[in-house]
């Protein structure tokens, strides 16, 4: 087999799966790792190994503990055949009393100095590589930081079913998820991040996969470091209700002011993506938590600061979902009275949700609708429906529930506006202060309550 030409190797190599899909099905339902078919087929000659190496190289899934081992191995050819790293970042693990705990300001230091150091360290074997020259040979390098947790996060944790079924007979209390809610990675003040040359593409996927949020400044930070970056996609948090300031200033923190020189921090960029997620209150009697400074409560920065990247003179697309936008975001109130022009933005679009930055409704109840069609549950403070906040009295004499942190769903849901359900705003408000521009220009126009697209194809014009 080793005299066939090495093209028919390739083509043949091509059609041989990389993995056990159905040993991968069974990997994500017990955790036994996933069977790797390719590596086996490196060993039957070196013509094949050239050939197998070029598709496991290609594209690469690390964890952050792995990187040194990672640089050990890819020498010489190897370093020009990778096109695609995605890489998870691995924080300090915790024992089983902590499971039941709240993350602690030493806990969430701990964190952000594992993330610091992780990012750091992708950021220079990346640059080691391009001094090398191996990379400046190669094709363009897709960047995706795609995964934050620590392995006893939720579904990494080994013995997951086993806790699952330890606290549904009340033999363990565990806050899951609810343990770091309210946590946000960010990087530490450190030594300059490295600029990079190599990678083209930018993806931070924090709040798809991972149940951390990272805060969106370092996010940007991140995304900025490759000069010739040329697309940027990232997924972040905005849905932080239970403390209103921790939003506003992560709103405030991706720029510090009005800046029109933002554009300029993406000197190649041709592609923007942001999913800036969180639930509108599904209580929509109540009233959505400002995402405004309330030193500021008119100036939506976070638009503001969209408006300045949109004008960067290489972008073509630019597409925003899941987000809470003001007019700020075409208009901001203090530039020019002449309209903006986006002369160079072929595709946009918008997916914004039903509540204002200001803390309004861009929606209301349909007129013809009766009062009362839309209620849900009861609104009702009773104890059966509040719950307790204390853990079981079989657990009360054990050591570990008496050190155990306690969080009442039903009371959270209520806080953040979540209870009771009521939806019933489906109709676009005619006139909302917070949609105009000096007093003549009306809000978006959309059709439904749901997370409403504005889609808008731009050979070239102005609006």
Not at 280 to 307: F, G, V
Request: hydrophobic residues 30%.
């Amino acid at each position: 087999m080793d005299k066939l030409p090495a093209e028919l190797i390739t083509l043949i190599a091509s059609f041989l799966e990389r993995i056990d899909y159905q040993a991968n099905i069974v990997w994500l339902l017990t955790r036994i790792k996933p069977v790797y078919r390719l590596p086996p087929f490196a060993t039957i000659s070196r013509r094949w190994q050239l050939a197998i190496e070029a598709r496991t190289f290609r594209s690469i899934q690390l964890k952050s503990p792995e990187l040194s081992y990672f640089a050990q191995i890819l020498t010489g050819h190897r370093k020009r055949l990778l096109s695609e790293l995605a890489y998870d970042v691995i924080l300090p693990t915790y024992d089983d009393n902590a499971c039941a705990k709240f993350e602690t300001e030493k806990d969430q230091e701990r964190n952000n100095q594992a993330f610091t150091y992780a990012v750091h360290a992708l950021y220079q074997f990346i640059k080691s590589l391009e001094r090398s020259g191996a990379r400046m040979e190669s094709r363009a390098l897709t960047l995706n930081i795609n995964n934050f947790y620590a392995p006893m996060d939720g579904t990494h944790r080994d013995k997951i079913e086993e806790h699952k079924q330890q606290c549904a007979f009340g033999k363990r209390h565990d806050l899951w998820d609810h343990r770091y809610k309210h946590s946000i990675l960010r990087l530490l003040e450190h030594p300059e991040l490295p600029s990079l040359l190599s990678p083209s593409s930018f993806i931070m996927s924090g709040s798809i996969y991972s149940e951390r949020k990272v805060e969106p400044k370092s996010a940007l930070l991140l995304a900025r470091k490759p000069s010739n970056v040329h697309s940027v996609t990232l997924n972040l948090s905005d849905d932080e209700k239970r403390y209103p300031h921790i939003r506003q200033q992560s709103r405030y923190g991706i720029v510090r002011s009005p800046n029109p020189r933002v554009s300029r921090q993406f000197p190649s960029l041709r592609k923007f993506a942001l999913s800036f997620f969180q639930v509108d209150p599904q209580n929509q009697y109540s009233s959505p938590p400002s995402a405004l400074l309330p030193t500021e409560p008119s100036t939506d920065h976070l638009s503001r600061a969209l408006y300045a990247l949109s004008q960067s003179p290489t972008l073509n697309s630019f597409i925003l979902n899941h987000i809470v936008i003001s007019p700020e975001l075409y208009w901001p109130a203090n530039s020019p009275s002449t309209p903006p022009a986006w002369p160079n933005i072929h595709h946009h679009h918008v997916g914004f949700d039903l509540s204002t930055s200001d803390g309004e409704w861009y929606f209301m109840r349909d007129p013809s609708k009766p009062i009362g069609d839309d209620e849900g549950d009861t609104d009702s403070d009773s104890s059966e429906n509040e719950g307790d906040d204390t853990v079981a009295d079989s657990a009360s004499e054990d050591e570990f529930y008496s050190r155990a942190d306690t969080y009442n769903e039903h009371r959270e849901l209520r806080a953040v506006g979540h209870y009771p359900y009521r939806e019933f705003r489906t109709v676009p408000q005619s006139y909302h202060p917070s949609t105009t521009r000096h007093g003549s220009r009306r809000g978006p126009d959309a059709q439904s309550a749901e997370h409403v697209p504005y889609n808008f194809a731009l050979p070239r014009c102005s609006f």
